[in-house]
């Protein structure tokens, strides 16, 4: 029964980071078409997450390469029974030991490449957003009220009358 939700949870994972992929593939094809290099950004920080999670797992597969074989070994075997339930005989104990280092090389390699790949597709990215332009900053409109009117005869306690501005007017608007 808890192997199905393990099962659920890595299947919302996956489809998670799916729709993070498309959703940020989605934006650059707009900004191809709209030329805004402001739609870039999304797909920016999805890589940038991407290759910081990757190194993070470079990171630990170097650890595990320069001597913490053996706690690492124990904390994935240790884990692995727990949440299956099932103590490893002293014999399943080294093949799984055997397999982990074989994993180990074999995902060291792929993680290694896939973030040679991710630095590349970022400076790509990047190289993409500056040819693109960028729309003007955005104008904050004014928060303080207009000057009020003085004179002779006017006091600033005093009520003004002053004429509120015409309505926004566009005339390119139907």
């Known amino acids: ?15 998670g980071f799916f729709i993070c992929e498309l959703l940020s593939t989605i934006t650059l094809a707009v900004s191809y078409r709209r030329n805004n290099s402001r739609y870039v950004l999304p797909r920016l920080i999805l890589l940038t997450g991407q290759f910081a999670i990757t190194t993070f797992i470079s990171v630990i ?20 029974e727990y949440w299956a339930n099932d103590e490893l005989n002293e014999d399943d104990r080294k093949r799984a030991v055997n397999e982990l280092f074989i994993y180990a090389i074999g995902t060291f390699v792929v993680i290694f490449m896939y973030t040679v790949y991710e630095l590349f597709e970022l400076y790509i990215t ?17 928060s303080q009220e207009p000057p009020r009117l003085a004179g002779p005869k006017l006091s600033i306690d005093q009520q003004q009358c002053i004429s509120a501005p015409p309505p926004p007017y566009n005339s390119q608007y139907r």
């Open 1 to 15: 029964m808890s192997c199905n939700w393990i099962d659920f949870g890595i299947f919302l994972i996956l489809l």
């Open 61 to 80: 597969l170097i650890l595990y390469f320069m001597g913490f074989t053996e706690k690492l070994n124990d904390v994935v075997i240790a884990s692995y």
């Open 126 to 142: 990047r190289k993409y957003q500056n040819t693109l332009d960028t729309p003007p900053e955005f104008i904050p409109v004014r």
